[in-house]
């Protein structure tokens, strides 16, 4: 059923994971997570990581159960043919509106920042272009694509390291300032940065190797990525004083943009075209979710038919999204659908597995 | 070709080098623009061209000095940043918006205060042989190389000019007989100008701060002697390394107590009295010297603390550190400051003289 | 739509060439039927000999054949001899029998000469080909500083013979194949039985004994007949006229093709990186080897990325450039009227011209034009104002950059991937390049050569064979063949410095 040439190995599936993860998110994430959390932001950073690896468990718990099927097939076993066919349409929805707030998000940073004039349609044209191209392929040129864009993730460290000569520790202090139900709450508000690792529901049969080696390789990218985020989001705090904070929605690139070499200044400008490369993988993740369900309902398992009909409706998504009520609304819609179809959903069905299974012996 | 929405040629752009706030007399924002002009060939040198606008904020003004300029006038390489005294006594921040809210402004300009009006600084045009904004931007560079002003650029301050804990300080230029001297630093308080450090002064600030440049030299006067002076009298050093420890500790009654201990490894720049193989000597002058720096350490303090600026962020240690006693003294922080307590001790150690004696 | 295809294909149209036909017993009905079925040429000759006491004559085609050849091998022997099986009394190497006189055109044609006898129903096939070759040169194109200075010339037999002789081994196999229909263009296809994978040799097999052309000019066709994308820019097969460089392929498990009348060799599958690899970077020390390595992969990444960014640079982000630059780019292009791409279009093109031109021009003329052209198109240019310096030096950068990729298909491929980023840039800035990069960065992973995927070993990723592609490590370290071709044996030697574990020991 699934063909050899899709079949990946595990460590390009971390890669995945961690390129499906790394996102849109990390440029927000310290003001968001700085507005809750004050100086323990980091500390949150760390507790939503140790959540989502609670959530791979389940996720792959469940998966374990069909090593072979990928969600869209295995959902209908368990609660019947038509519930399980308008599960499957929901959870296309979701991956959808993700892969479409993404590009929205993507697309306002990149308004404001460099290209200001530039409306914003010809903008999604691009990148919906480039990551279609992409997305039409087997999961194996995928993943190679995603093995090397991650070498991105080093350049931005060593672009935010950069920053290290102006630090003032006492930013942080004192850590608990906002009190430990707040770094709790922060974890909350720093998990939607993180999500990307739902692509183990799709991918799971495609991976070669024991089910073991699996889970290791999701975990793995998952610490990667919660250690870079938290890693972030300190660089932040410790530059940008608590008072600064909330005035500046991507501290990162503020604090890139006072940087000067001997050649080139303008620092953030680099690093904005590296993070190019990290949303369009993010984005092809989402786009590949959502169209290995399509391709399942309508193009007879085909993915690379559903891609074009997926770009049109991120593209209407992004282009609606301009107005700011309606993101605030997509995004309060993406967070209920993370909790339902990531976290509780997942678990329902486990539980019924297991019941299922011990009612059959 | 179409299709370049955002196409910002640099052939249409007149590039801003040097700008300068003071306030009208009618309240409004006096804006001078320093705009370089690349020379029409290779030969030629390049020149300076100086505007001079009014408008209600620094982005009217800005839009106003285009009305009278050829092509667009663009401030993305903008180098320096000055502020007229009457403007920087009042707030500083609406000033300075527009360039943290513009993502293609320069945020690495240096900003400085005048003595008097910072137009009439940008009106020099030249200074010996290089052009206004250019001496000014590569002056202070080079002050700050011997800690004379801190480095500051539009972006550093920016984190700071919010913190309630902290205030910052600016250099300090006054124009002395068509030159521009740049030897002591503007003291802030709440993007207020509240009062100037001398030279000397600038210097310790900046060791207590713990921001030693590359070089830090004082010259002090050795031998108390009425009558003239005498060149024997004088000695030069340089601070080669500086430890701070910083210490706020809160003592009974809530009084704040700052200590700040700092040792020095100086070396001797000029000495005529020479001796200095005799390590009796050397113990005098360390002994003299510790004293000299830590009075004068007290009275840089003391005139801070006059001028309610926390250039050592106390504020910000006590938010951190002592978050209690913060809640209770931060309502009037500014006399509260002044209620803190400093007690500086300094120990200098000489280890080089040069090459002679 | 299969049934279509199959309405449509080349094999349908396709005509018996030859029939059968018996070898008459008279001598004049033969030679009549031979004259017909080759139009008359008047190259066709005849020679009448004598021998077992009947008539015969030799047919030749005087224009493929070698006279003496003619002479020593058969007409001296059967003067001289004049009775016995002709067999037994010919000493050339190659005789046939006949008895099929449709295919006796198609022997003449080939340069080999036919024996006819009256009353006897068998003719005699002798291969006496006449073979003029130029002498064994280094290939202009592909010069090296130290290395071998043979290569490659337009006689497929030479060219087997400088493989052969670089890798006496029996392992080494050749296998013919003609195509092209008209023009029966012989080719060989060469591997190591014990190395190549027996998948990628069957499925060339297959691949050129579809090929249903007419005309088989030069390798460029074949190429395009059998490469696995003819969209991409990105050349998937390698040209090479140098025997070294097609003996390390072959040892490595690839599989190289030679054809009859051009000294190119094509070797497949390969990787991007093949095309940065020259033999002169294994003669060096390995360190220096390496720098020279990166330098050239340095110039891939120039050559097609610094117009657009200077493009971008100069028409979206100024502010990138340090003050005392700014300073004097600015200087330069405030007199030009163009904006940024059209100048820089203008200049790539102008590049274009010129190196075609240079191709085309002889010798004598050809160093006055080119300093003629240098002071033409870059300082008066300059001074009229149309151009910018900083453009001219963008240019100059480019097109020495992308000459310095050892093979000629892929500077060409750099210098041609440099306009659509152009464009790009020239829409979106930075952003657009971005982008751009992505796109190309997409297609080669997605561009597979006979199975092995273009951009190995960076994707996928193996860090042993990362050994020889950006930096060149010690010949003695490389212990593994590399992975793409997917060859039998992956291991060659560890310890190859093995004089060195043996040393005792200095007292």
């Known amino acids: 059923m699934i063909p050899e040439k899709s079949r990946i190995s595990q460590g390009q599936f971390m890669f995945i994971v961690v390129q499906a993860q790394v996102g849109v998110g990390i440029l927000s994430l310290p003001n968001k997570v700085q507005a809750i959390a004050k100086g323990g932001g980091w500390i949150s950073v760390l507790i939503a990581g140790l959540v989502i690896q609670v959530i791979i468990l389940i996720l792959w718990a469940l998966c374990k159960q069909f090593p072979s099927d990928t969600i869209y097939s295995f959902l209908p076993k368990i609660t019947g043919k038509f519930l399980g066919n308008l599960l499957c349409f929901a959870y296309i929805g979701y991956f959808l509106l993700s892969g479409g707030t993404v590009l929205a998000k993507f697309a306002d940073v990149i308004e404001r920042w460099v290209l200001q004039e530039t409306p914003r349609w010809a903008l999604l044209i691009l990148t919906l272009l480039t990551c279609m191209y992409l997305a039409i392929e087997n999961l194996r040129v995928i993943a190679r694509l995603f093995v090397i864009s991650s070498l991105t993730i080093i350049v931005m460290v060593v672009l935010t390291l950069m920053g290290y000569v102006n630090v003032n520790f006492s930013y942080i202090f004192p850590i608990t300032e906002a009190g430990w139900g707040k770094i709790v709450k922060g974890a909350t508000e720093a998990l939607f940065p993180l999500v990307g690792y739902e692509i183990i529901l799709v991918i799971y049969p495609f991976i070669e190797g024991k089910s073991g080696g699996k889970l290791k390789a999701a975990s793995l990218g998952n610490m990667m990525i919660t250690l870079f985020y938290a890693f972030e989001v300190f660089t932040c705090l410790i530059i940008f004083s608590p008072a600064v904070m909330p005035q500046v929605s991507e501290p990162l690139l503020y604090m890139l943009k006072g940087f000067s070499f001997q050649l080139i200044q303008r620092i953030d400008l680099i690093f904005l075209s590296v993070w190019v490369f990290v949303v369009s993988t993010a984005m092809v993740s989402w786009i590949y979710m959502a169209t290995v369900g399509l391709g399942r309902f309508f193009h007879r398992g085909e993915h690379k038919k559903a891609v074009p009909y997926a770009m049109f409706i991120l593209f209407i998504l992004a282009m609606m999204a301009q107005d700011p009520s309606i993101s605030d609304f997509f995004d309060r819609m993406l967070r209920i659908g993370h909790y339902t179809f990531v976290v509780g959903l997942p678990l329902i069905l486990l539980c019924f597995t297991y019941l299922i299974r011990k009612r059959r012996t | 070709m179409t299709g370049c929405w955002d196409q910002d040629l640099l052939k249409n752009a007149r590039l801003i080098y040097g700008e300068g706030f003071d306030l009208a007399p009618n309240g409004k924002l006096l804006s001078t623009f320093v705009i370089r002009d690349v020379p029409a060939s290779e030969q030629q040198s390049p020149k300076n061209d100086i505007i001079f606008t009014e408008g209600n904020t620094t982005r009217e003004a800005r839009d106003n000095a285009d009305d009278q300029i050829s092509r667009h006038l663009r401030a993305y390489k903008n180098r320096i940043i000055l502020i007229g005294e009457e403007m920087a006594k009042q707030d500083l921040y609406p000033i300075l918006d527009i360039f943290y809210r513009d993502p293609k402004s320069a945020l690495n300009a240096r900003i400085g205060v005048t003595k008097g009006k910072a137009a009439d600084i940008f009106s020099l045009k030249k200074v010996g042989n290089v052009l206004i904004a250019e001496e000014i931007d590569e002056l202070i560079k080079s002050k700050e190389e011997t800690t004379t002003v801190p480095k500051v650029t539009a972006e550093k301050i920016y984190p700071i000019m919010m913190d309630p804990g902290e205030d910052f300080v600016l250099p300090y230029l006054v124009e002395k007989g068509g030159r521009v001297d740049v030897s002591s630093v503007a003291m802030f308080h709440n993007h207020q100008f509240t009062g100037i450090l001398r030279p000397d002064e600038s210097i310790m600030y900046l060791l207590l701060k713990d921001k030693k440049g590359k070089a830090a030299r004082f010259t002090r006067k050795i031998n108390i002697r009425n009558g003239h002076q005498n060149s024997y009298d004088f000695l030069t050093f340089n601070v080669a390394k500086s430890e701070q420890k910083m210490k706020v500790l809160i003592q009974p009654g809530n009084q704040v107590t700052v200590k700040l201990d700092l040792k020095w490894k100086v070396n001797i720049i000029e000495y005529p009295k020479d001796r200095l193989n005799e390590k009796k000597m050397v113990a005098q002058l360390n002994k003299y010297l510790s004293k000299e720096m830590t009075d004068l350490a007290k009275d840089t303090l003391r005139k801070m603390q006059k001028a309610r600026c926390d250039g050592l962020g106390i504020g910000r240690q006590l938010m951190a550190f002592h978050p209690s006693i913060w809640k209770t003294q931060k309502e009037g922080w500014d006399s509260n400051y002044q209620k803190v307590h400093f007690a500086p001790v300094i120990q200098v150690e000489i280890t080089k003289n040069g090459i002679i004696n | ?507």
Not at chain 3, 212 to 236: A, C, K, R, V, W
Not at chain 3, 237 to 250: G, K, N, S, Y
């Open chain 3, 1 to 507: 739509m299969d049934l279509l295809r199959k309405l449509f294909s080349n094999n349908r149209t396709e005509k018996k060439t030859h029939t059968e036909m018996n070898v008459f017993s008279s001598l004049d009905k033969n030679i009549e039927f031979i004259e017909n079925q080759l139009f008359h040429s008047s190259d066709l000759k005849w020679r009448s000999i004598r021998f077992n006491q009947l008539e015969g004559l030799i047919v030749f085609f005087e224009s493929l054949t070698d006279q003496q050849r003619i002479q020593n091998e058969i007409i001296q022997p059967i003067e001289e001899k004049r009775e016995g099986t002709v067999d037994k009394v010919i000493t050339s190497l190659e005789i046939t029998k006949k008895s099929d006189l449709g295919e006796v055109p198609h022997a003449l044609i080939q340069g080999k000469c036919v024996l006819l006898f009256e009353g006897i129903v068998e003719v005699y096939v002798v291969d006496v080909t006449a073979v003029y070759k130029r002498s064994i040169l280094e290939p202009e194109n592909e010069g090296v500083i130290r290395g071998a200075h043979d290569g490659f010339i337009e006689h497929l037999l030479t060219n087997l013979y400088l493989v052969r002789n670089r890798l006496m081994n029996p392992n080494l196999v050749v296998r013919y194949y003609q195509i092209g229909k008209a023009t029966n263009t012989k080719l060989a296809l060469l591997y190591m039985q014990d190395l190549a994978n027996s998948d990628l040799v069957k499925e060339v097999d297959h691949r050129i004994s579809s090929i249903t052309m007419d005309t088989i000019f030069s390798p460029g066709f074949i190429t395009e007949l059998i490469e696995d994308n003819p969209y991409s820019l990105f050349p998937q097969i390698l040209f090479t006229e140098r025997p070294d460089r097609v003996v390390a392929h072959l040892m490595e498990g690839r599989v190289a093709i030679l054809s009859d009348g051009d000294p190119s060799a094509l070797i497949l599958p390969v990787t991007f990186f093949s095309f940065y690899q020259s033999p002169d970077d294994y003669h060096r020390k390995w360190m220096v080897g390496s720098f020279i390595r990166m330098l050239r992969l340095m110039s891939f990444i120039i050559a097609s990325l610094i117009p657009a960014l200077y493009i971008a640079i100069i028409g979206f982000h100024p502010e990138i450039l340090p003050e005392n630059l700014i300073l004097s780019v600015k200087s330069s292009i405030d007199r030009v009227p163009f904006p940024p791409i059209v100048e820089a279009l203008i200049m790539q093109l102008t590049l274009e011209v010129l190196r075609e031109a240079g191709v085309r021009l002889p010798s004598r003329v050809g160093q006055t034009i080119g300093i003629v052209g240098g002071l033409v198109i870059g300082e008066s240019v300059v001074r009229a104002g149309l151009i910018s310096y900083p453009m001219v030096i963008v240019v100059a950068l480019t097109a020495i950059s992308s000459f310095v990729a050892p093979s000629n298909e892929i500077s060409l491929t750099t210098r041609i991937l440099g306009f659509p980023l152009m464009v790009l840039s020239a829409m979106f800035g930075l952003i657009g390049i971005m982008f751009g990069m992505l796109f190309i960065l997409i297609h080669l992973c997605k561009l597979e050569s006979f199975g092995t995927a273009y951009f190995a070993p960076v994707m996928p990723l193996r860090m042993k064979d990362l050994k020889d592609t950006f930096i060149r490590f010690p010949i003695w370290s490389l212990n593994q063949r590399p992975h793409d071709p997917h060859p039998k044996r992956l291991n060659q030697e560890r310890n190859s410095r093995e004089w060195e574990q043996d040393d005792p020991g200095k007292e």
